[in-house]
T-cell receptor
Framework: DVKVTQSSRYLVKRTGEKVFLECVQD?????MFWYRQDPGLGLRLIYF???????EKGDIPEGYSVSREKKERFSLILESASTNQTSMYLC?????????????FGPGTRLTVL | QKEVEQDPGPLSVPEGAIVSLNCTYS??????FMWYRQYSRKGPELLMY????GNKEDGRFTAQVDKSSKYISLFIRDSQPSDSATYLC?????????????FGGGTRVLVKP
């Protein structure tokens, strides 16, 4: 059974703090993704990675950075948290193929920035 | 304009009714079309996917793709209260970097007993 775990279910931080969100997958997937989910806006891709130390910007990378030092782990970093980064953050992973393959999601981290 | 449009709902139906969900898209490069289901406080899970145009059936679920109209649908027959969730459509194409998906905004469905 594919498992994607995220370090926290709920997180409360203050404006200006540096925030780390961690994601770990146990199925040797090449691709990993970070999304944020907001009411009415759906899932928006922040960053993704298709290999260790490789990263690509998604649709809304501003204010975020990522790190992938090991294949199974993908971290999202908010350098200086702001209130407009209050959201649900979802991590996902998938195998690399030349056709469609399923993305497996973690349970999400609900981040509140005060 | 968003690449993938989806009515946010909520869509409320009585148990046993047919639920009809749809998405429209603008990018003609999309080739794979998916429906994900997301229960409250959980991550999305894949429900069905189709390649190119046509229909696909899986139990009570039917997915339809009309590439000429850039329109996809999901039908749920004999709906159950356990079908209450948010349904997200998603799309991609062969060779998309990282096999990344483009999601619709999701439709919240409530099936009342």
């Amino acid at each position: 059974d594919v498992k994607v775990t995220q370090s926290s279910r709920y997180l409360v931080k203050r404006t200006g703090e540096k925030v780390f969100l961690e994601c770990v997958q146990d199925m040797d997937h090449e691709n990993m993704f970070w999304y944020r989910q907001d009411p009415g806006l759906g899932l928006r891709l922040i960053y993704f990675s298709y290999d260790v130390k490789m990263k690509e910007k998604g649709d809304i990378p501003e204010g975020y950075s990522v790190s992938r030092e090991k294949k199974e782990r993908f971290s999202l970093i908010l350098e200086s948290a702001s209130t407009n980064q209050t959201s649900m953050y979802l991590c996902a992973s998938s195998l690399f193929t030349l056709r469609y393959n399923e993305q497996f999601f973690g349970p999400g981290t609900r981040l509140t920035v005060l | 304009q968003k690449e993938v449009e989806q009515d946010p709902g909520p869509l409320s139906v009585p148990e046993g009714a047919i639920v009809s969900l749809n998405c429209t898209y603008s990018n003609s490069a999309f080739q794979y079309f998916m429906w994900y289901r997301q229960y409250s406080r959980k991550g999305p899970e894949l429900l069905m996917y189709t390649y190119s145009s046509g229909n696909k059936e899986d139990g009570r679920f039917t997915a339809q793709v009309d590439k000429s109209s850039k329109y996809i649908s999901l039908f749920i027959r004999d709906s159950q209260p356990s079908d209450s969730a948010t349904y997200l459509c998603a799309m991609t194409w062969v060779g998309a970097a990282g096999n990344k998906l483009t999601f619709g905004g999701g439709t919240r469905v409530l099936v009342k007993p």
